[in-house]
């Protein structure tokens, strides 16, 4: 009976670290006490959060850090929303995250890195990581403190074996993907000279280009986020110094030959939020033409490919 007791009470001690469940990985999540320190909240106030898995044998000096996605908010009602869900709070987070694909710890499927300290860094600012302003009208407080939470998460890390690693991968999805084109080069100066850097943003690309009615849909969005957020001061300096409009400096595009560390690039031939967000937004097809291509590609007129073809590829 004591025997089952204490195997208990070790199943439970391992459990509050992860949880290995029908062969997935489930990590327990971890809040950046210090975070108020520097000012770096989610949007409701609360404390920003990632999740870690330790490495081992050849890989327990490397890492390897995946920014979560989720879009953005940019004007007070939508991020007012967001504070209310796990991607404006970490109240509403999982505290168990299922680490799969690139964070597996199963060398069948993550032969590259399943070894590695792997990372998630749980997004609940909706500007990328990027913002630092606060809005207060005497009711309601939003914290727009993306670039802090970045920060503190980078420096609750670094005494924990990230400030002495050999190789270092930046990475993260859609949002999170263009988070990995923003925090590339800071990731790389946060780092010993030594550390092997390199980054990885899949689906981040997103594209300044018009949308079918000639309007500059994605442009609009990302100013007013930039402006929201107080994003301006923290994207790449040269960009917003070279550019008229320094905004577009949130575009990829722009910035990209300023950077210096070495970088991946994954995009599909047609990224689906582009092409229903950015070429053909719902504002820019009241009459609905474009539905029957936007639930399937097999549905495009000769047409409709041609112009997604050449949005994509031109």
Not at 198 to 220: Q, V
């Amino acid at each position: 009976m004591e025997l089952a007791v204490a195997m208990l009470l070790i199943l439970l001690s391992l459990a509050s670290w992860c949880v290995l469940s029908e062969g997935r990985l489930l990590v327990d999540m971890t809040l950046v006490s210090d975070a108020s320190n520097i000012g770096a909240f989610c949007l409701d106030g609360s404390l920003p959060a990632y999740h870690l898995h330790r490495g081992f044998g050849a890989g327990a000096s490397n890492w390897l850090l995946q920014f979560e996605g989720g879009g953005w908010c940019n004007d007070i009602q939508s991020c007012l929303d967001r504070a209310k869900t796990k991607h404006g709070s970490s109240l509403y987070m999982n505290k168990l995250e299922d680490f799969n694909g690139i964070l597996s710890n199963d060398a069948s499927l993550n032969p590259d890195f399943y070894n590695w300290n792997r990372v998630k860094l749980r997004y609940c600012d909706g500007g990328s990581f990027s913002g630092d302003a606060k809005f207060d009208n005497g009711t309601s407080v939003l914290y727009f403190r993306g670039q802090k939470i970045w920060e503190a998460i980078i420096l609750d890390l670094l005494p924990k074996g990230l400030g002495n690693a050999d190789k270092a991968l930046l990475s993260g999805c859609s949002a999170g993907g263009l988070s990995s084109f923003l925090h590339c080069e800071n990731l790389y100066r946060a780092l010993p000279t030594n550390t092997s850097v390199k980054c990885l943003s899949d689906a981040g690309f997103f594209l300044d280009e018009r949308d079918i009615t000639m309007n500059y849909t994605m442009r609009t969005f990302f100013e007013n986020l930039v402006s929201l957020q107080g994003i301006e001061k923290n994207l790449d300096k040269t960009c917003t110094s070279f550019l008229d409009n320094p905004k577009l400096c949130m575009f990829p595009q722009y910035f990209l030959n300023y950077m210096t560390t070495p970088f991946f690039i994954l995009n599909t031939a047609y990224d689906v939020y582009q092409f229903h967000h950015a070429l053909v937004p719902p504002s820019a097809d009241m009459n609905g033409d474009w539905k029957r291509c936007k639930l399937s590609i097999a549905s495009c007129t000769p047409k409709q490919l041609d112009i997604l073809q050449g949005w994509f590829q031109g």
